[in-house]
């Protein structure tokens, strides 16, 4: 996981701001599976998961402010409580939903790699297990079979595997079922 750190308090304003992402190096010999024979994969999907911080006014609606700058105390002091008002999907509601739905045909193989920058995170493929789960992106360790969720500590990345194996509506969620 990267994030942008300029330093002081403007780290954690620019984390909670949607300056993070991560980075995904392959192995030279490509990956492996547990058994370490070669794994190769169709597609791959990221999916950045981010928390906001979003204050609101006295009558429960989300303030404006002239500027990123003017907000950012108030979005400190409320983040400090890890309670955040949205938590999305890359960068935004509806981002991997409808019209921007991530696809695969029966019979691929995807690599989903998920990022969460400051808090764990549980995410979960109704419908299936991971074939191949690598514990905070570690391709150079042996990855764990049949996950139901991926534990993402925050601040790390991990990388699931999975194939499909029957048509239809697999979703993709935070099995933090509170906030999913």
């Known amino acids: 996981v990267y994030h942008c750190a300029p330093g002081g308090t403007m780290i954690p304003f620019h984390v909670i701001s949607g300056m993070n992402g991560a980075i995904m190096v392959l192995p030279r010999d ?3 599976d547990a058994a370490g024979k070669p794994y190769q994969y169709d597609r791959a999907f990221y999916i950045g998961e981010q928390d906001f911080y979003l204050p609101q006014d006295e009558k429960g609606n989300f303030k404006e ?3 990123p700058a003017a ?3 108030e979005m400190l002091e409320l983040s400090k409580g890890l309670v955040p008002t949205h938590v999305v999907f890359n960068g935004a509601v509806g981002a991997i939903t409808g019209d921007n739905a991530l696809s695969a045909k029966v019979g691929e193989k995807v690599l989903f790699i998920h ?3 400051n808090r764990d995170s549980r995410p979960h493929l109704i419908g299936g297990h991971a074939d191949l789960y690598w ?3 570690s391709f150079s360790d042996t990855p ?3 996950q139901e969720t991926w534990w993402i500590p925050g601040g790390t990345a ?3 595997a999975y194939e ?3 048509p239809g509506l697999n979703v993709y969620l935070s099995h933090n079922l509170i906030e999913a």
Do not use: D, E, P
């Open 164 to 166: 499909f194996h029957q």
């Open 65 to 67: 402010y002239a500027s």
């Open 30 to 32: 490509g990956l492996k």
């Open 71 to 73: 907000g950012m105390h």
């Open 158 to 160: 991990v990388a699931a």
């Open 115 to 117: 990022s969460q920058a």
């Open 144 to 146: 764990l079979t049949s």
């Open 135 to 137: 514990v905070g992106g």
